[in-house]
């Protein structure tokens, strides 16, 4: 239906074929420097490297984001802890499971605090403990920025979102509450 296509392009990491895109007033075609800093993105596939460990994973993504250098150690070690990772972050994250890997990279797009987060598809294949812990972050992370996510499971749009947008051929067909919809 387009999802994951919007939020590449949304996010800079794909070029869109026509119209416009903006997130915060910036062009997401011109202006993609300034939009990357604004933004927080986790693909639905994992951005990890292998052999970096998760706390030098979330390091490199703050240093991206152009935090300051004296923040880092801490942001990076509450983003461990918030994820229930303590004990993995200083594993590579080649040895991570599934799980593991998305829960990192639901670290990474929320690293530098920034102001809009674009998720795709953050809970697809995790256990349901997994999910329910992601969950919390996520509504914990919502009450200070704007959160997009792409789901194919109506429990998880229920459990998170205030506003519900169908996309179809990558056209929105509805959006609006949930209860509107339903």
């Not at 880092?72 to 080649?94: M, N, P, Y």
């Not at 530098?112 to 795709?120: E, I, K, N």
């Amino acid at each position: 239906a387009g999802k994951s296509t919007t939020m590449k392009i949304l996010s800079g990491d794909s070029l869109k074929t026509s119209g416009e895109a903006y997130v915060e007033g910036l062009n997401v075609t011109t202006e993609k420097g300034k939009v990357r800093q604004l933004i927080g993105y986790y693909p639905q596939s994992d951005p990890l490297l292998p052999l970096l460990t998760g706390r030098e994973t979330l390091e490199m993504y703050a240093r991206l984001k152009g935090m300051d250098e004296y923040k880092i150690v801490t942001v990076v070690r509450s983003t461990i802890v918030t994820l229930g990772r303590e004990g993995h972050g200083d594993k590579a994250c080649g040895g991570y499971s599934g799980g593991m890997k998305r829960k990192l990279s639901l670290g990474i797009a929320l690293i530098g605090d920034p102001s809009v987060v674009f998720l795709d598809e953050p809970s697809s294949g995790m256990d349901p403990v997994s999910r329910r812990l992601m969950w919390d972050v996520i509504q914990a992370a919502a009450l200070e920025r704007s959160i997009v996510l792409t789901s194919h499971y109506m429990e998880e749009c229920e459990a998170l979102c205030s506003k519900i947008a169908i996309l179809v051929q990558g056209n929105l067909a509805c959006v609006g509450p949930i209860q509107r919809l339903k």
